[in-house]
C-alpha cells in the first residue's frame, strides 16, 4: 500500500480541542519520516471545499506541540453536509493529487469523512478530537485530559470562595451528552453532588442530599452539572427551583464554558495525540479505511467510523461507586 499512498492530507473540523496541533504535528512527520508529501487543510471541511491547502513539512509543524488549539483553523461547513459540497470538495482533492486524507475531530467530523468515502471512495482515516470523551472505540480522545485539569483548577478555586461565604455552587461543564467531564472532575474536587446526562437523579432526591449535607454540618457545596442534564431546563432555572425549595443556602452560578477547551495540552493529551498521528498515517499504509484510531488498554487500536460514531461508551461502573462512597 506504501506505492499507492504518495500525499496525505490532514485537517481538524468541529470543536477545538487541546493537542490537535500535536496529532497534527505527528501526522505531519510521520508523512516525512516515511518519505510522503502532507498537505495542511485548513479550515476544516470548508476549507477542503475553497482549496485552502499548503504542503506541510517537518519544520512547518515546529514548536506547536505546546500550543492550545489548531493552528490549520477549524470551521462549520453547512456546504459539506450537501452531496454538491462533497463533489466541490473532492474535484480539489484531484486537483492537489491527494490519495488520503486524516481528520482530527468528533463524531460530526467522522460522519462528513464516512459521506466521502461512501460517495467518491476516497480513503480516510479518524483521529478522536474532542474534550467529551464521548467516541467510542476509544479508552481517551485528544482533549479529555487538559480539560479535565481545566475543570478542576477552576472548581479549586471556586470553593475557597464557596467555603469562605458559606455558599452553594453549581459549577457547569461542557459534555451535552456524555457525563465524563463532570463525573471525574467532580470527583478529583471533591465535588458534594454530580449531575450527568446518563443518570436522571431527579430534583427531589438532590435537594434531599441538599438538606442532609446541610444537616450534617456542611456550610458550603459544589454541585458539578453537565451541560446535557436536565433536572432543570438550565442550569440557572436549577439554581433557582433549589432557592425556592431549600432555604439557608446562599446560590451562586458559575458556567465555564469554552475555557475548558483552552489553554496548553497536558503531557498526556501530546503523547496520546503523538501516537495517534503516527497510527494514523500507518493505518493508511497498511491499506485501511473509514475507520478511526483510537487506544484501548494503552494499545492503537482501528475501530470502524460507524462503530466510533454509533457505539455505546458506558461510563466507568467503579467511579460510580467511588462517588456514591465518597460524597457521604
Not at 490532514?10 to 497534527?24: H, K, Q, W, Y
Not at 512527520?29 to 518519505?35: E, P
Not at 459539506?80 to 492537489?96: P, V
Amino acid at each position: 500500500m506504501l506505492e499507492k499512498i504518495k500525499k496525505i492530507g490532514v485537517l481538524t473540523s468541529g470543536g477545538d480541542s487541546p493537542g490537535m496541533n500535536a496529532a497534527i504535528r505527528a501526522v505531519v512527520r510521520s508523512c516525512s519520516f516515511y518519505k510522503l508529501e502532507c498537505i495542511g487543510v485548513y479550515r476544516g471541511y470548508q476549507g477542503l471545499i475553497e482549496g485552502d491547502f499548503e504542503e506541510l513539512t517537518a519544520r512547518s509543524v515546529r514548536n506547536v506541540i505546546n500550543r492550545g488549539g489548531t493552528f490549520l483553523k477549524s470551521a462549520r461547513s453547512d456546504e459539506f453536509r450537501t452531496k454538491e459540497g462533497r463533489a466541490k470538495a473532492y474535484e480539489q482533492i484531484k486537483k492537489a493529487g491527494l490519495d488520503a486524507l486524516v481528520v482530527i475531530g468528533g463524531d460530526g467530523t467522522f460522519m462528513g469523512a464516512i459521506h466521502l468515502q461512501n460517495e467518491h471512495n476516497f480513503p480516510t482515516i479518524g483521529i478522536p478530537g474532542t474534550i467529551d470523551n464521548d467516541i467510542a472505540g476509544t479508552d481517551y480522545t485528544i482533549g479529555y485530559d487538559t480539560a479535565l485539569n481545566t475543570v478542576v483548577e477552576a472548581i479549586d478555586k471556586i470553593r475557597d470562595t464557596a467555603s469562605s461565604h458559606d455558599r452553594l455552587f453549581l459549577v457547569e461543564v461542557m459534555g451535552r451528552d456524555a457525563g465524563d467531564i463532570a463525573l471525574n472532575s467532580g470527583i478529583g474536587a471533591g465535588a458534594e453532588e454530580i449531575l450527568i446526562p446518563e443518570e436522571n437523579k431527579g430534583i427531589e432526591q438532590l435537594l434531599f442530599s441538599l438538606d442532609k449535607s446541610r444537616k450534617s454540618g456542611k456550610t458550603s457545596s459544589i454541585i458539578v452539572v453537565a451541560e446535557g442534564e436536565k433536572s432543570g431546563k438550565n442550569i440557572f432555572e436549577l439554581a433557582e427551583y433549589i432557592g425556592d425549595n431549600l432555604k439557608g443556602y446562599d446560590i451562586r452560578v458559575s458556567v465555564l464554558g469554552h475555557i475548558q477547551r483552552g489553554g496548553a495540552p497536558s503531557c498526556f493529551d501530546r503523547v496520546l495525540a503523538s501516537r495517534l498521528g503516527v497510527g494514523a498515517v500507518e493505518a493508511l499504509m497498511r491499506g485501511e479505511n473509514k475507520v478511526m484510531v483510537g487506544v484501548t488498554n494503552k494499545v492503537v487500536t482501528s475501530v470502524d467510523f460507524e462503530v466510533a460514531i454509533k457505539g455505546q461508551k458506558p461510563l466507568d461502573e467503579e467511579l460510580r461507586r467511588v462517588l456514591n462512597i465518597t460524597t457521604v
